[in-house]
């Protein structure tokens, strides 16, 4: 199957403003995210998908500079924004990726569309599983900060039409998940837990995390998430610094919102 990588990625941050273009080794952390994603074995295009708001002109420079495909919609409906970005390009199938996520692992996100491959799904992540029949949100074993979600334009496109709830809007595939007899959910899950290890950025302390770990990993062609586990592992006083942070704040500020 065809699938596309959609980054999600706006500069307007409430929790650490601008960090999309924040710089490590001079180069911004949207740079790092987009190396990691293009060694995907199963990827044939990858698109930025940002706001049209002006505050996010660099982000459409920085794209445009690199050669890499970029789409503008609405800042507030990230689906309707997902969605017309996957209209506009003619992408079957999506790998939505976020643009605080700067160490996403290919081989995760090729792991996720292998699964999906198996069987007729709509949806494969590895953040959510199953438990007494009811989906739910699930770090898998996974690092926070690994996070992968793929699903079909058609399942796209039945979340845009439906889904009527801010929280629904604000995140792109709640809906999906929410409504479990429409959608035929799967999952891939990590050998080993390490849900414990943060490695996304939301705040200054998430961001010297991964400076701290993109400064004394070697990178190779990419960073494996093997390899930045076994970092962190040697180097505990690191992986503290940022554990007071609660897993998906995002979506559950929207929640209470509602």
């Known amino acids: 199957m065809d699938f596309s990588i959609i980054i999600q990625a706006r500069m307007g941050s ?60 609405d800042s507030e409906n990230v689906l309707d924004r997902f969605y017309q970005c996957a209209k506009k390009f003619h992408l079957k199938n999506i790998v939505r ?32 599983s199953k438990k007494n029949d009811t989906w739910q949100y699930d770090l898998n074993g996974f690092p926070y900060g690994m996070a992968v979600e793929s699903f079909s334009l ?11 709830l801010k929280s629904e809007k604000e995140h792109v595939t709640p809906y999906i998940i929410k409504n479990q007899n429409s959608f035929h959910l799967g999952f891939i899950k990590n050998k080993e837990n ?15 995390l991964i400076k701290s770990i993109i ?11 093997s390899d930045i586990i076994e970092y ?8 503290e610094s940022n554990s007071k942070f609660i ?12």
């Not at 058609?154 to 009527?164: D, V």
């Open 97 to 128: 990726i976020t643009a605080d996520n700067p160490l996403i692992d290919p081989i995760i996100i090729d792991s996720c569309i292998e699964e999906f491959n198996k069987k007729d799904y709509d949806y494969v992540s590895n953040t959510i």
């Open 232 to 239: 962190l592992k040697n180097n505990n006083s690191i992986l």
């Open 154 to 164: 058609t399942s796209l496109e039945k979340a845009w039409k439906n889904a009527k």
């Open 14 to 73: 409430t929790r650490l403003p601008s960090k999309t273009m924040m710089k490590i080794k001079n180069k911004s952390l949207l740079d790092y995210v987009y190396n990691q994603v293009s060694h995907s074995k199963n990827i044939s295009k990858i698109v930025i998908a940002t706001t049209t708001l002006s505050e996010d002109d660099i982000i459409v420079n920085y794209a445009n500079s690199k050669n890499i495909l970029v789409f503008r919609g």
């Open 215 to 225: 400064e004394n990993i070697p990178r190779n062609k990419f960073f494996k998430m």
């Open 194 to 208: 390490f849900s414990n290890m943060r490695l996304t950025v939301d705040h200054i302390e998430d961001f010297e």
């Open 247 to 258: 897993f998906n704040e995002g979506y559950l500020k929207s929640l209470q919102h509602e």
